[in-house]
């Protein structure tokens, strides 16, 4: 099975990155872009097949490294 | 006072904080790689600054989670202080042994000058030698250094004295320029200036010595 993981910045916490994407697509031409935000892609592929089982423990592994929960909000997609 | 730095892949700036401790302590620190599980007992533990793990992840994250530090966090919580710089600063917030988090500067630059500190609270395990208020000049070197914590946790930090040293001028987006904070008991601090680059004139001053005094006083 696989996990896809999304790690974004929650609202609220200031994003430099996404901020200086946001300029530099400005800058290209791009207009009409509001606001960047910038985040982490993270895919897994996992031996276990329980879908319930598979998707506490990504969970629990996203507490514990993937995504520091002072700063990032995650979400977690199985296949 | 034996002393420890803990030595992860990547850190450089851990013989840097060898030396300081040797010349203000008289005694060579142990130096504990990170793939140890146990080291002998000592009186300070100091994480060093660098980039450990290349920073991958997020800054600390790995270190974070390696043996040693089950170790390390193990004796912070018995009350054994505990010092983090620079990248042992992120260290001790991704162990949530301090709060808060340490994100890229907010300009995006990476800063490295000497800044000018001010000491916000002059009663703590770290900063007994310095005067309330007191301006110290301290290097900075850092890409991630802008600390975030929510507000209600930025006024408990602030009104429990939590506080240790402030940048006097903005220099990376850090909420309330916070350059450093320790826990609720007192015996963890984590700073992202290096004190230990400023133990003697010729390194340019000698405002850091203090905060290892400090601790020296404390501990008797």
Redesign the interface.
């Known amino acids: 099975m696989k996990a896809r993981i999304h790690v974004t910045l929650k609202n609220g916490?200031?994003d430099?990155?996404g901020k200086?994407i946001e300029h530099a697509l400005s800058n290209m031409g791009f207009d009409g872009v509001n606001e960047a935000r910038q985040g982490?892609f993270i895919e897994l592929e996992l031996s276990e097949t329980d879908r319930a089982k598979a998707e506490a423990s990504v969970d629990e592994m996203c507490r514990?490294?993937?995504a520091?929960t002072?700063?990032e909000n995650y979400s977690i997609e199985l296949e | 006072m034996k002393s420890a730095v803990i030595v992860f892949p990547g850190s450089n700036c851990d013989r840097d904080m060898a030396v300081a401790l040797e010349k203000i302590t008289g005694t060579k620190p142990l130096m504990v790689w990170h793939q140890e599980y146990d080291f002998d007992k000592v009186d300070f533990i100091a994480l060093p600054g660098g980039f450990s793990y290349g920073d991958y992840l997020r800054c600390g994250a790995m270190s974070a989670r390696s043996h040693v530090m089950k170790e390390v966090i193990k004796r912070a919580e018995d009350g054994v202080p505990t010092f983090g710089v620079c990248n042992g600063f992120q260290i001790l917030t991704e162990t949530g042994l301090l709060p808060g988090a340490l994100m890229r500067n907010a300009n995006l630059h990476f800063v490295c000058k000497d800044v000018t500190l001010t000491v916000e609270n002059a009663d703590s395990m770290f900063t007994n030698a310095y005067d309330k208020g007191q301006e110290i000049t301290i290097p900075v070197a850092h890409h991630d250094g802008n600390y975030f914590a929510d507000d209600e946790t930025l006024n408990r930090l602030e009104g429990e004295g939590q506080v240790a040293f402030k940048y006097a001028s903005d220099i990376n987006g850090a909420q309330r320029r916070i350059a450093g904070v320790m826990n609720a008991r007192g015996n963890v601090l984590g700073m992202m200036p290096h004190p230990e680059r400023m133990i003697e004139p010729a390194l340019g001053g000698s405002d850091g010595r203090k905060m290892f005094e400090s601790v020296m006083n404390r501990l008797g």
């Open positions: 916490v200031l430099p990155q200086a982490k514990k490294l993937l520091n002072v700063i």
